[in-house]
């Protein structure tokens, strides 16, 4: 993922905005990170108090993929703010936050996957849903995504730590997955592996989807919202894809407007790394009536249950 508003390379020339035009760029991204974060995060302070969701495994998942938001918004703030304030960091410390961030954009794909499996299983076999999906079992696919998103990283930072030299890991760079990871094959390894995971998610979407709309009769409401569920998620999936063609957006655009490199980078950053993540809070947040009810009360910061 990359967490700032430029991609150059650390060892090439750099262009710099205006005090002005910086400022404007920053106050726009924080303020939207920072409306997205408490949304987000009232989502998860409505979940922790009220035991209805803490028992419902459609709601751990989606409050998984919440908390993965604010991790991905939260490290996007930092990194662009730093980026402008000191311009490079250091390594070492660089590779903790590219880590972090890889995690939890690898673990949002798996997660809609699972949750319409989730509602797969809710609609086509609705006496063995309680059965099958379990919070127990919940928390065990939780687990299963973050080792999955883990071992898919662990390679990189292990051929970085045998192929860098030690005065590497010590010095400064702008903060971009490439400019730490350089090794061309991880390159190759990085595409193969998004390309798996993406193809997985997509077919696992496009069967429950049909799955659902087949085995269920077409007035049913729960079979419908299910549907609609389902296809959210895979516009949420859409919108994470944008994630791994960033550098192909910018590249094509600065071609095609060369005197506009730092107004692309930050227009592209924008709406792939911040404004998809207001759609979680419209899945759930505004959608389920259950969550909503609980939700107005904490959003508004009032006392009395609507």
């Given amino acids: 993922m990359n967490l700032s508003n430029t991609g150059s390379n650390f060892t090439t020339a750099v262009y710099r905005d205006t005090l002005n035009t910086a400022i ?59 980026s402008y304030i000191i311009f490079t960091l250091n390594v070492s410390l660089c590779i903790v936050l590219l880590m972090i961030s ?43 995504i973050w080792a999955i998103s883990i071992l898919s990283i662990l390679p990189d930072v292990f051929v970085a730590l045998a192929t860098e030299s ?51 009769k077409a007035a049913a409401t ?9 296809l959210l998620h895979g516009f949420q999936l859409l919108l994470c894809m944008l994630t791994y063609i960033y550098d192909l957006i910018i590249q094509g655009l600065t071609f095609l407007f060369p005197n506009e490199v730092l107004a692309i980078r930050f227009t592209v950053s924008i709406f792939i790394q911040v404004l998809p993540r207001l759609i979680s809070p419209v899945v759930y947040g505004l959608r389920d009536k259950t969550f909503r009810k609980y939700l107005k009360r904490y959003l508004l910061c009032t006392t009395k249950m609507p």
């Fill in 24 to 82: 404007i760029k920053n106050v726009i991204t924080v303020v939207l990170c920072i409306s997205i974060n408490y949304v987000n995060s009232t989502l998860v302070y409505t979940f922790t108090k009220h035991q209805v969701f803490k028992m419902n495994p459609r709601y751990i998942l989606y409050i998984h993929l919440v908390i993965n938001d604010i991790i991905l918004l939260s490290l996007f703030i930092l990194v662009q703010v730093l």
């Fill in 166 to 216: 030690l005065e590497f890991f010590h010095s400064r760079v702008f903060c971009l997955r490439v400019n730490v990871f350089r090794n061309s094959n991880l390159t190759v390894k990085r595409d193969a592996s998004n390309s798996v995971f993406l193809v997985t998610v997509w077919l696992t979407l496009f069967y429950t989807y049909f799955r659902i709309l087949f085995a269920a």
């Fill in 102 to 144: 890889i995690f939890a954009n690898l673990n949002n794909p798996l997660t809609l996957a699972f949750m319409a499996v989730e509602c797969y299983i809710a609609i086509c076999f609705p006496l063995r849903h309680t059965q099958i999906c379990t919070v127990r079992k919940t928390y065990g696919v939780i687990g299963l």
């Fill in 222 to 230: 729960d079979a419908k919202k299910a549907r609609n569920t389902v």
